[in-house]
């Protein structure tokens, strides 16, 4: 698959330089410019790079540790469902958990029940 770094980089300088940090809270679910990356690192789509994400933790005010979102319907130990986002079926890909600036963060989709998300986190854990 071709991999357009290019426009990722043009993309991530008006980030840097024109977002600005938001406010998010554990449990969210935001929308999130995750770029272009490298192998079988889970890319963005469409012309933000952008997709879902569940916000696992804050670690400052600028950066948050997030897991993106799938609507594939395969089933494996890393894919945790979390129910209906924005109606489709999703779940988190745990294997894919990382930090984020908030810059990347481009607008709140809602919120995990704790049901889910104290599921969510017990896999996170699970994999120390």
Known sequence: MQKDFDRWNKKKQ???????SKLYHARELWWCSLGVNVG???DG???NYDRPVL?????????CMVVPLTSSPEIHKMRVPIGE????????????????????L?????FLNKKNFEVVTKTVKGLL
């Open 55 to 63: 916000i696992i933790t804050g670690l400052s005010k600028q950066t």
């Open 85 to 104: 986002v924005q109606g489709a079926n999703a779940s988190v890909i745990i294997s894919q958990i990382r930090v984020v600036d908030t810059k990347r």
């Open 45 to 47: 789509t469409g012309d």
């Open 106 to 110: 481009i607008y709140k989709i809602g």
């Open 40 to 42: 079988s690192e889970q």
């Open 14 to 20: 008006i980030i840097h330089h024109e977002n600005e």
